[in-house]
């Protein structure tokens, strides 16, 4: 406690010097080098409740989390301009399924108000890898929150404060560095899970193309003054889809796994979360991809169709989805499995990167940030045709899910008939939301409307109508910040449409890199071509705000160009901020009422390991303890468990409930008495020291009346052969 006190004294001061000396001018002992960068990285642990609590993603109400199978973090970037470092940009890289707009709002006031001028909303970038395996209950619009039984607060407390952590640790980083940048290509790790949809594109556009999904890794390696590297972000469209609905321990998905593995292999002695090395793996244009490379098949035992593929257009298995799954590369071993596979993938692409020829990126740093009312949007196509978006609606087809995750009832993808659909959903939908005028059905069609969520004010908003809009600019490196999960299509249009107007423009040259980083900031759903949108699979089904959509984001981002210029001043004319949701939300989830021990000690192991046998590479180790509930403490930036190693006489902690080889599963054994147990698993992995070792697991428990207090335990001792 001594230690960790003294710790947090030191950090603490060291931040408030860098602060002090940055927001007044070239850092204190920082010799500005033309060209340079003041580049930060650090890493926060932002956790929610592992138990009890609905995932996020899936939207299934059944996905309950029982346990943790690796810890999610935020990982921040911040870039200054050496010659001018109140110009810089926070890129924030989180382990979640989406960036929200309460989220935002929380994490953009407490870094402003700890560093005035520094930190703004026009500024940071809030990135969510859109992994599934999270905990939920964190978004402030009302529909997201529906399987998680409304607002989790402990949810979004969490990934604030693990985020403004990251910030903060990164802030207290900065130094001078360089940045380059450079591709790679991936060919078996994404696939496009729409395919059909895709075709509705132009075929001269598609010829343009060699793959219908974006195969290319494009990454931005942050290095010190002298060359080596301090970490990296990656760009690369793949859906954090590897663990699917069936999984309930807590984890990060492929690109949390790409971080971990990275990092790992640049400081393998660092616990995760610890290492000074970060690795960022971000989301791109992820609309219509799947990690599940291996298609998608019917698993209908005893029908005729099983083990076939799914009908294509519309992904059913005897005329309904259920059945219908995407295969991961490690299908016939495990969901972890495939998600590792993945993982690597995306890991040995940006070491290619990273040890390969690569471009320097050099020139100033600028961010532009506007708030724009989706719901009343109106423009002019390139044509002159007058057009406008719409208030948020969603689609038959969102109904009829992917095939990442299937839907329920009768609902298919790639319906957008005029056809009566079942009048027990043209009943219901009435009752859920209310119906749509003819106004609101002419504006999204030819999306036949399930849910009219834009019209849903009761008891708040059931889905956003004002969205943030940014860009980031670190020289000829320009990121989009999109609040929506764009197709591979609806992306390259994107891309394509504002490097070429950052070229025209004179703001950039021929060597724009110009990336897609989503979904960020508000979780406005998806985006679509006009195409996609007509062939109403669950992208179209689910892009709210009608077929102009792509196009809206299109023009305004282009118009806001002139503001990433060098010499630029001002800032554009924006729409109101989006109303705070959070105030009004509605909570169902009980908490915690108290643990016991059932006449044992917190801690007691029930189950020992094996205390006569020789464990091996690739056996799994167990122990089941007298648990309490983890909700009682999230132990951010600590861990459940530990693996530890007999060195020397000394027990030395190896593993944490943050390595993929490691799982905490928590179990109610009796809510009326209040009873639990833990169990804690380790899978050993290969070139692990042969010797003795224990698991050692650390809980929290709650009295009826009284205050949590700590416990620990431990397993007998085992050895490893």
Known sequence: MLYDTMAGVVWYMTAFLASTSLFNGTPMG????SGQYLLGLGTGDITGPVVETNMMGYASSAQTDTGLHMRQRSRAFIIADASSPSNRVVFINADIAMGDTGVRRSIVSQLSSQFSGLYTNENIAFVGTHQHSGVGGYLENLLPQITSLGYVKQTADAIVAGTVRAVQRAHASLAPGKLSVGNTTILDANINRSPTAYLANPASERARYQYDQDKEMTVLRFDDNNGNARGLLSFFAVHGTSLYENNTLVSTDNKGMAAYLYEAWVEPNSMPGNATFVAGFTQSNVGDTSPNTLGAFCESPGKDWDGLPCESNHSTCGGTVQDCHGRGPGFRISDFESNRIIGDKQFRAAQAVMNGPRTPVSGAVRSVHMYMNMSTHTFKLPNGTQVSTCPAAMGYSFAGGT???????????????????????????????????????????PKPILLNTGYAHTPYEWAPSTVDVQMLRVGNFVMLIMPGELTTMAGRRMRGALRAQLISSGVLGSDAYVVIAGPANTYAHYVTTREEYGVQRYEGASTIFGQYTLEAYIDKYSSLVPLLADNAIGTPATDPAPVDQTSKAISLQTGVVFDSAGGKKFGDVLIDVNKTALYHAGDTVSA?????NPRNNLRLEGTFLTVDQLVSGQWKAIRSDSHPSTTYQWLRTNTVTGTSTVTISWTIESGTPAGTYRLSYFGDSKPLIGSISAFSATSSSFTVA
């Open 30 to 33: 920082f010799q500005v080098v």
């Open 403 to 445: 095939t990442d995750g299937p839907g329920a009832f009768d609902f298919i993808q790639g319906d957008n008939s005029s056809n009566p659909q079942n009048p027990f959903w043209e009943i219901v939908k009435g009752a859920v939301t209310p119906l749509p005028s003819a106004e609101q059905k002419a504006c999204q069609d």
């Open 624 to 628: 089941q303890f007298v648990g309490a």
